[in-house]
């Protein structure tokens, strides 16, 4: 059975710590690892990795694909209260249509 | 650009009524998706349309009917509300044939009593 799983659950840091997030997948055939970021309401996009481009930044956020040991991470630097939110990554879409969530690690930034 | 917008945002009903979910993009996108959200679950599939006039169950389809009315809305139906599905719905869209990413919605907070 495909699956996405992330780690660790919850992470509590302090303002300018630096906060690693997993996601480990293992799927029939790969196509692509999102991730998104939930705060109270709609998932936003970050970023989206595939074969063709498994190292993405954007600002002080970014996110490496590791295709051969089949995990994504996601690193925030020098963290901020706004970066309190639930993260979340997904793969797909497998068969036309198809993309598999994570539950999502809960990071809570203290001022 | 709006976007996935969702009616309606908060919502109470009582075991056994029924109620509609809209959801409609203007991203000119073909696929649309209804999900929910619960605690430690994830994001689950409700129902899936490729485009205008095609539906497909996902993982928790049962207790659910949607209807593809057009290319922008994407529309999901509670026949007789049960306290299961007290839930967040979000409704998202994905980007053209080809396109990886998905765009969602707002989310409707739905409570069952």
């Known amino acids: 059975e495909d699956k996405v799983v992330q780690s660790p659950l919850s992470l509590v840091v302090h303002e300018g710590d630096t906060v690693t997030l997993n996601c480990s997948y293992e799927v029939t055939n790969f196509r692509s690892l999102l991730w998104y970021k939930q705060e109270k309401k709609a998932p936003t996009f970050l970023f989206m990795l595939?074969?063709?481009?498994i190292e993405k930044k954007s600002g002080r956020l970014s996110s490496i694909l590791d295709k051969k040991e089949l995990f994504s991470i996601l690193n925030i630097t020098a963290t901020q209260t706004g970066d309190s939110a639930v993260y979340l990554c997904a793969e797909g879409p497998s068969g036309t249509y198809k993309y598999i969530f994570g539950t999502g690690t809960r990071l809570k930034v203290l001022a | 650009n709006a976007g996935v917008t969702q009616t309606p945002k908060f919502q109470v009903l009582k075991t056994g009524q029924s109620m509609t979910l809209q959801c409609a993009q203007d991203m000119n996108h073909n696929s649309m998706y209804w999900y929910r959200q619960d605690p430690g679950m994830g994001l689950r599939l409700i129902y899936y349309?490729?485009?205008?006039?095609?539906?497909d169950k996902g993982e928790v389809p049962n207790g659910y009917n949607v209807s593809r009315l057009n290319k922008r809305e994407f529309s999901l139906r509670l026949e007789s509300a049960a306290p299961s599905q007290t839930s967040v719905y979000f409704c998202a869209s994905r980007e053209k044939q080809g396109g990886n990413t998905i765009y969602f919605g707002e989310g409707s907070w739905l409570t069952v009593v």
């Open positions: 595939t074969s063709s481009g």
């Open positions: 349309s490729a485009s205008e006039g095609t539906t």
